[in-house]
């Protein structure tokens, strides 16, 4: 087994948005076992795989780097490699904190967009906004990271703007995004 075997689980435990056959964390000792098995070099493969397992995982609950903060997600990647031990007995439990953070993160982000989108919201077109995450990077402070979000939605009320889209109709599409994408991620499981 390869190190990119290891890559392809960590999205089974993700969630899919359609419905195929889902990878238990009950089920990972027999796939880790399986994946040790014959490798040649074991140690390495393990700890670079572990690595880049934690990495993709972090990706999957945060892909534009809006939802956690820098220190988060030092956190995460300090304590995350650990949850390898876990899942050689079955156990999946430290992947829950970062996905209960992106939860509560995502409702916290709903209703701030709803106030922000009320009746006294006005299109700021001096706004600037990195739109490449890597550039981005994560935000270091609540504060910056909310300011951000409202660099999202001026931006994405400009591009509905830009397309034809009425203000109101915009700020209604805008709001169900964030609606659906907080039911997407409270049920992904």
């Known amino acids: 087994m390869s ?17 195929p056959p889902q ?3 009950e089920g990972l000792p027999e796939l880790m076992v399986a994946m ?17 397992a934690v990495e993709l995982y972090l990706q999957s609950l945060d ?8 220190s988060e997600v030092a956190a995460f990647k300090a304590s995350l490699p650990q949850v390898f031990v876990g899942m050689r007995k079955g156990d999946c439990g430290q992947l829950e904190a970062p996905a209960k953070l992106s939860v509560a993160r995502a409702k916290s982000d709903e ?16 706004v600037e906004l ?7 990077g994560y935000a270091k402070t609540e504060a910056e990271r909310r300011t951000r979000l409202s660099a999202v939605l001026q931006f994405q009320v400009s591009n509905q703007l830009v ?5 109101d109709k915009a700020k ?16 992904r499981r």
């Open 111 to 126: 209703a701030y967009v709803k106030s922000l989108l009320g009746p006294k919201f006005k299109l700021d077109e001096s």
């Open 3 to 19: 190190l990119h075997t290891l890559a392809l689980a960590v999205p089974l435990l993700v969630g899919f948005t359609s419905d």
């Open 130 to 136: 990195e739109l490449d995450p890597k550039k981005r």
């Open 23 to 25: 990878l238990q964390c």
């Open 163 to 167: 397309s034809g889209t009425a203000l």
């Open 172 to 187: 209604k599409r805008i709001i169900h995004r964030y609606e659906l994408a907080t039911r997407r991620i409270s049920e």
């Open 63 to 70: 892909p534009t780097k809006t939802v956690f903060l820098a």
């Open 36 to 52: 040790e098995m014959g490798h040649y070099a074991r140690a390495d493969v393990s700890k670079t795989a572990e690595s880049r």
